[in-house]
């Protein structure tokens, strides 16, 4: 299974962009979904994360700004970014620690899986 993010682009300060990062296979499953990003010259950190039961986690330096989300009948989870700062610029990376996907005849966990990133450049 592939993850495919989406949405990044080049906003204004104060500007807000919506990320998606959708599954190349039907989800039955999944333990924790994130997000990460990495600024250049700095590591990969973790932006915000959603369990299987819906419990989502943020970093502090985007709690009220940040929302993630997702729709299973889309197999898609989002990223919400409202009131962006240029502090924010960097790729974004969608993570997905487990996934329980449907192929043809079969279901197949696959563990630690990346997707390609996405670039958001927020200007000042």
């Known amino acids: 299974v592939q993850l495919q993010a989406s949405g990044g682009g080049l906003v204004q300060a104060g500007g807000s962009l919506r990320l998606s990062c959708a599954a190349s296979?039907?989800?039955?499953?999944?333990?924790?979904m994130a997000w990460y990003r990495q600024a250049p010259g700095k590591e990969r950190e973790l932006v915000a994360s959603?369990?299987?039961?819906?419990?989502?986690n943020s970093a502090d330096s985007v709690k009220g700004r940040f929302t993630i989300s997702r729709d299973n009948a889309k197999n898609t989870v989002y990223l919400q970014m409202n009131s962006l700062k240029p502090e924010d610029t960097a790729v974004y990376y969608c993570?997905?620690?487990?996934?329980?996907?449907?192929?043809?005849?079969?279901?197949?966990?696959?563990?630690?899986?990346w997707g390609q990133g996405t670039l958001v450049t927020v200007s000042s």
């Open positions: 296979r039907r989800i039955l499953n999944f333990d924790t």
């Open positions: 993570y997905a620690d487990s996934l329980l996907w449907l192929g043809a005849s079969t279901q197949t966990w696959e563990y630690d899986i």
């Open positions: 959603i369990t299987s039961g819906g419990r989502t």
